[in-house]
């Protein structure tokens, strides 16, 4: 089906597709572990991708765990977390985002992970700036794990609406999706429909959405999971007290939803 949203699947890293076209492959990069003895914190740190089509380079920042500097020989999962409208590169980690990685770095119940939340292009409904610019700058900037199993995507409302959109399209590309206090704009249907049916069943990316029982964005919630259910795609939805806010996602991704996105990671 045509999508007024469909993009050419991203080309793979150019090293790649040399190794292949000269029949050999790319080497394995250890996935970094954390050492026992690792005593320094993550840090965040403020970057921004050069865009060939946006007048202004796309800001991010980016949260590098515990002991990235002193592990040069490791590379690292990595979760693209995108913001909701109104708001900025910063407001996940205003919520406590680096604290909560942190935490669950520390504690083992993930492995160290880059997460790195951009600038949201909003008029770009394709979600093009992805894939075009940051991704491409981040793996090339930042030793994370180019490949599908180690790339995660989600985001708050509007921000849940392009990652769910950017997973749909390219499942090639992402190991899973996790959106909260939204999903799908209503009269899209035919497009998600259309990207559904498109993906084969082994290369479904696992889909989590949470939306706050006093969000007034359940319904977008609903869209998605009907289309799902229509498909017999398996998905997690979970719905608390809570509102549209970024105390309520963050709160679930601590308490559950990072986890949940790690699995791929082990």
């Not at 894939?131 to 981040?138: G, N, Q, S």
């Not at 696992?206 to 799902?228: A, K």
Request: some cysteine; overall charge negative.
């Amino acid at each position: 089906m045509k999508s007024p949203f469909l993009l050419p699947a991203a080309a793979c890293c150019a090293l790649g597709l040399l190794l292949a076209a000269c029949g050999g492959s790319v080497p394995a990069t250890p996935v970094a572990t954390l050492d026992p003895g690792c005593t320094s914190d993550g840090r965040l740190v403020r970057d921004e991708a050069p865009s060939e089509v946006n007048v202004l380079p796309i800001a991010f920042q980016v949260y590098l765990p515990p002991c990235y500097d002193s592990q040069p020989g490791r590379s690292y999962p990595v979760l693209y977390l995108l913001h909701g409208r109104g708001s900025s590169e910063a407001s996940w980690f205003g919520a406590g985002m680096d604290v909560i990685a942190e935490s669950h770095i520390r504690s083992g119940d993930v492995p160290p992970f880059l997460l790195v939340t951009p600038r949201m292009v909003e008029e770009d409904r394709e979600v093009d700036f992805m894939l075009r610019d940051v991704i491409p700058y981040v793996e090339g900037h930042y030793r994370v794990l180019g490949d599908r199993r180690h790339r995660a995507v989600g985001g708050g409302s509007l921000g849940a609406i392009f990652a769910v959109r950017l997973a749909l399209q390219h499942p090639d590309q992402f190991a899973s999706v996790a959106a909260f206090g939204g999903a799908a704009v209503s009269g899209e249907e035919e497009v998600l429909r259309g990207w559904i049916d498109d993906i084969p069943r082994d290369q479904r990316p696992r889909v989590l959405i949470d939306i706050g029982q006093q969000d007034t964005m359940l319904f977008s919630g609903q869209i998605l999971m009907d289309l799902l259910d229509e498909a017999d795609y398996p998905y997690r939805f979970n719905s608390e007290e809570g509102g549209h806010t970024y105390v309520y996602w963050a709160g679930n991704l601590d308490e559950f939803a990072l986890a949940w996105i790690a699995e791929d990671w082990r």
